[in-house]
C-alpha cells in the first residue's frame, strides 16, 4: 500500500509534468488502486515485460510516464534512435513551449544523449531543457521543462525512489 506522503510526492511529480487535469485524474486513480490501474492498463504493462508481481511504486512510475507519453508531454525513444526520429518527434515537444529546433544543429553521427546535450545548450539562454525519467529500460522517456523544474523533479524523484535527471546523463 502506497502511503500518503509517497502520494503526495507522485501528485506533486504530475502536476508539475502536466497540466492536463485528466492525467491527474488517471493518476489520482492509480494512486489509490495501483492494481486497478495495471489490470485496465495491461497491455502497456505487458508490452514493457511487468507483471504482476512488481512493486506498487513501479507501476504508478511507469504509470505516469505512458500517460505522459500518451498526452504528448513527454515522448519515448529507442536507445537507437536515428537522428530523423528524434527530431520529429522532438519538434512536437520544442512547439509545445516555443523553442526553436533546427536540424543542422545535430549531428547524424551522434546519438540521443548527444543531441539532448546540444538542445539543453541552445535553450539555455530560455531557461529550458530535455528531462528524462529513467523507467529502467534501454528507452529514453523524455520532457522539455524549465531547469529549476528538472531541480525539484530530481528531488521529489528520489523522494520516491525513481531518477529524473537531464535527458543527457540518460
Not at 31 to 40: A, G, I, N, R, V
Request: net charge negative.
Amino acid at each position: 500500500m502506497i502511503n500518503e506522503t509517497t502520494k503526495e510526492v507522485y501528485t506533486r511529480i504530475v502536476q508539475i509534468l502536466t497540466e492536463e487535469s485528466s492525467i491527474h485524474a488517471t493518476i489520482e486513480n492509480c494512486l489509490e488502486s495501483p492494481w486497478d490501474y495495471f489490470d485496465e492498463n495491461l497491455e502497456r504493462y505487458d508490452d514493457r515485460g511487468i507483471e504482476d508481481d512488481e512493486e506498487e511504486d513501479t507501476i504508478v512510475w511507469i504509470g505516469i510516464a505512458d500517460e505522459l507519453i500518451e498526452s504528448g508531454d513527454a515522448i519515448e525513444l529507442d536507445w537507437n534512435s536515428i537522428l530523423e526520429d528524434f527530431t520529429y518527434f522532438m519538434k512536437e515537444l520544442a512547439e509545445q513551449k516555443n523553442l526553436p529546433l533546427q536540424d543542422d544543429w545535430l549531428d547524424e553521427d551522434g546519438d540521443i544523449p548527444s543531441w539532448c546535450k546540444v538542445l539543453d545548450e541552445k535553450w539555455e539562454e530560455a531557461g529550458y531543457c530535455l528531462g528524462a525519467m529513467d523507467i529502467d529500460s534501454d528507452s529514453y522517456v523524455i520532457f522539455v521543462c524549465r531547469r529549476e523544474t528538472l531541480t525539484e523533479l530530481t528531488q521529489l524523484g528520489q523522494k520516491v525512489g525513481f531518477r529524473f535527471d537531464f535527458a543527457k546523463n540518460m
